[in-house]
């Protein structure tokens, strides 16, 4: 439960995402206004599938399924599950993966492999 004297890391993992924003984190990376995707929704939907690998109400679905206390729930970590996604989908080199998502190569193998990891335990 959020209260007022919640500090500000746990207001983040108190928050539990959906699709729509999935959908706007992703459009950061891929370029795309708010706009554009919500102009297009219907294509934007494909788009996202190619790219990831799962329709946006899915990923919403995996990362909630990330349990509560661990850290790796935390909201801000959104765009590394979005890259371990896209990895799972195209196995595609870290090197390409770091341009996409604006971070250190090393970075992004790391939590890569981290939410791949973490994703064992999941059952659909």
Not at 51 to 56: L, T
Not at 59 to 75: F, H, Q, R, T
Request: aromatic share 14%; proline share 3%; with cysteine.
């Amino acid at each position: 439960m959020v209260t007022q004297s919640t500090p500000p890391t746990e207001l983040y993992r108190a928050l539990q995402i959906t699709a729509d924003t999935v959908i706007r984190t992703a459009s950061i990376y891929q370029g795309l206004t708010a706009r554009a995707v919500n102009h297009e929704a219907y294509r934007y939907q494909r788009t996202f599938r190619g790219c990831f690998g799962v329709a946006p109400h899915l990923a919403a679905e995996l990362w909630n399924m990330l349990d509560d206390e661990d850290p790796l729930s935390d909201i801000r970590w959104v765009s590394y599950f979005l890259a371990t996604l896209m990895f799972l989908r195209t196995y595609t080199v870290t090197a390409v993966l770091a341009m996409i998502f604006m971070k250190d190569e090393k970075t992004i193998r790391h939590w890569v492999w981290v939410f791949i990891e973490r994703s064992r335990a999941w059952t659909l």
